[in-house]
């Protein structure tokens, strides 16, 4: 069984829980997850089962929009409701402007960013003091959509690795009270369903592809590099024959493609 499965994570759950809850459900044995949501945040996980896990990273790069709720006035440690949280009473300004485009930032401590081997929310547990590099991401997309006295909604489209907690963080004394996934690449919130399996086909739908005749199947599936003709010019192309997904390409100086992920072994 090889594929994605679209889940609709729930509140106080990892994403590990639900990983773990597929697996056991479809009675597979290995899977694993394109992009962790926090225990607090819900919304749509990508499940990957079987092959369909060796092409993560591409699933994890897809673009992902949000929906927040964001207490105003207050402040946390972790920007969440787990956090210790101070009420301040500064209220960020409506109608300020909401950063776009290309902006430097910082993942917060309580993050599952890497740090010299750790995860950082696991040396934040143990009290060390630390500082993760800024890093560039890109928003789309943020928009306030709602006000209410001390609470107000936003929805958020950005790039992979950009965390919202901070985008609502940096608004002034405010933090996430909630967080809601709903899109990541084209899959949606609305379509998940933790019992069915999309075929690996449907699941890199998302990138360009290229139809290989029987010989050059062949070759690819040996991890041969073949001619690019006239594939289109991306970074990653998916190359398919008759019964499916071969392998995830790269152009090679220019003429060829290079399989660099291969489904068939």
Known sequence: MDGLVLVDKPAGKTSHDVTLAVRRGLGVRKAGHAGTLDPFATGLLLVLVGRARRAQRFLMALPKAYTTVARLGA???????????????????????????????????????RVHGRKAYERARDGEVFEIPEREV???????????????????????????????????????????RTSVGPFRVEDADPQRVLPLADALRFLPSVHLDADASRRVGHGQRIDAGEAPDAEAILLVDDDGPVAIAQRHEGAQLKPIVGFRS
């Open 75 to 113: 402040l946390s440690s972790t920007g969440d409701p787990e956090g210790e949280v101070t009420a301040t009473g500064r209220i960020p300004p409506a109608g300020a402007a909401l950063p776009t485009g290309r902006i430097l930032q910082r993942p917060p401590a309580y993050s599952a960013v």
């Open 138 to 180: 890109s928003v789309y997309r943020f928009e306030e959509l709602w006000r209410e006295d001390d609470r107000a909604a936003f929805e958020i489209e950005c790039s992979s690795g950009t965390y919202v907690r901070t985008l609502i963080a940096e608004l002034g004394d405010a933090y996430c009270e909630e967080l809601r």
